[in-house]
């Protein structure tokens, strides 16, 4: 079903999927499809062609919003992960003199953090002031009653908390249920990355009450690198949204958008010297129409999530990775970052005595893992293409290596 990459004409075993998920076979015929289609139909493809380009964005909903335990409405495919934070954080970053910080992880991920830096900047305050970082432990990870400490600790001066739910580090899945449950108390809104946990371990954003989430859909979502991202929008924050919760969290405030086209009312999109009247929905966050070479092999991908089951993925690589606890435990040149409680896909751990080379070796012997600085490898069990037994070749051979 996956396309995995050949080292001297063998299939690798490929352990890299949280950084860029395989190709599905199906890719290459959803992409070829709609050259065909601006082949044939010109400028015409946007609305004459079947599945027309125009209303394309729509046709990613359904897998993204069972990916997210979302609703259709609150999910949509535009831009990247990081230009989607800017997006979003001008709707939900909305410092007031009391309120004014964005909490965060001390080991966020770079773009994460440079965004988040310069978010505070454009609001005319110091990084050292408005940004409140949570310490990471020795292994990288965070516990979850030091978070909740955190914000109790902060709450009066806390506007945002921003946070990856599953740590591009050490694999750490945090629970976002109780994080998110903790915030509404004290009005702080809620915004996190899911570029390592969509796709890999089952989410209920919409039941956790998170306010918006953006991911990547190059890793375990296997669209393709650089493809187009994604984001959530809680319902509660939809432009013109009457519901309860808005009306008892919000005191109805109307969310402002950054306004395009594609966030505007079907009806009107075209039409020049008239005001921005947002979708109410998701889409409202939209920019610019879809970029459908690339939505295309996302819908290839999500084609295949549809037809399975996140939960029972899950179930299967959690077996998995319990191997590889229970194997690297009785090492003592290893170090396992991942708490084994809180672990998705992947895991992290740092290896004594050793550099990156063992990442060569390993090559040698047609497994492909990652290797971040100081000594942390990085491997990932991705159901839809790992097989049971070439991972436990793989933590077989990385023991006996060691
Ligand atoms: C956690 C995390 N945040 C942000 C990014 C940056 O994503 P993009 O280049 O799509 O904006 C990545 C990319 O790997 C990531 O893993």
Redesign the pocket.
């Known amino acids: 079903m996956f396309l995995k990459p050949l080292n001297n004409n063998v299939p690798i075993h490929y352990f890299c999927g949280h ?1 860029l998920g395989l190709q599905p076979e199906i890719t290459r015929l959803k992409i070829n499809a709609e050259l065909e289609k601006w082949a044939l139909y010109g400028v015409e493809g946007h609305f004459e062609s079947p599945d027309p380009w125009f209303s394309y964005h729509h046709t990613v909903k359904k897998g993204l919003a069972e990916l997210c335990g979302a609703k259709e409405s609150e999910v949509n495919a535009n831009g ?6 800017h997006n979003l954080f001008a709707s939900f970053y909305n410092p007031t003199k009391e309120k004014y910080k964005i909490l965060t992880e001390d080991i ?5 953090n440079f965004a988040m830096q310069t978010q505070v900047q454009f609001h005319g305050y110091q990084i050292e002031d408005a940004i409140v970082f949570l310490e990471h432990n020795e292994n990288y990870c965070f516990d979850t009653d030091y978070i909740i400490e955190q914000i109790e600790k902060h709450k009066n001066e806390l506007s945002i908390i921003w946070l ?1 739910v599953v740590n ?1 580090l050490s694999g750490q899945v945090l629970n976002l249920e109780l994080i998110s449950n903790c915030a509404a108390k004290y009005n702080i809104k809620v915004g996190v ?1 899911l ?2 946990a969509i796709g890999n371990i089952p989410l209920k954003l919409h039941t956790w009450g998170v306010d918006f989430a953006v991911w ?1 859909s ?2 375990y979502l296997n669209a393709g690198p ?1 493809a187009t ?1 994604g984001y959530f929008v809680h319902e509660k924050n939809f432009p013109q949204s009457k519901i309860e919760e808005q009306l008892a969290t919000h005191n109805s405030q109307l969310t402002t958008i950054l306004g395009g086209w594609w966030g505007h009312k079907e009806e009107t999109r075209f039409q020049t010297g008239i005001s921005f009247d947002p979708v109410n929905n998701a889409d409202a966050w939209l920019h610019s129409n879809a970029n459908v070479l690339s939505l295309s092999a996302l819908r290839a991908s999500l084609e295949i999530f549809l037809s399975e089951d996140i939960h029972l993925l899950s179930a299967k690589s959690k077996k998995q990775t319990i191997y590889a606890f229970d194997k690297f435990r009785q090492s003592n040149k290893i170090k396992i970052l991942t708490p084994e409680k809180q672990a998705g896909n992947m895991i992290s751990i740092q290896v004594l005595n050793q550099d990156k080379s063992l990442v060569t070796k390993l090559k040698e012997q047609n497994i492909l893992v990652d290797w971040r600085e100081p000594g942390i490898m990085r491997f990932s069990f991705c159901p839809l293409y790992n097989e049971e037994n070439e991972w436990k070749h793989f933590i077989d051979l990385l023991n006996e290596m060691l």
């Open positions: 950084s990247s992960l990081t230009s989607n934070i966020g991920f770079s773009s994460d990856s591009f990355d570029a390592h990547c190059y890793k650089g991202g």
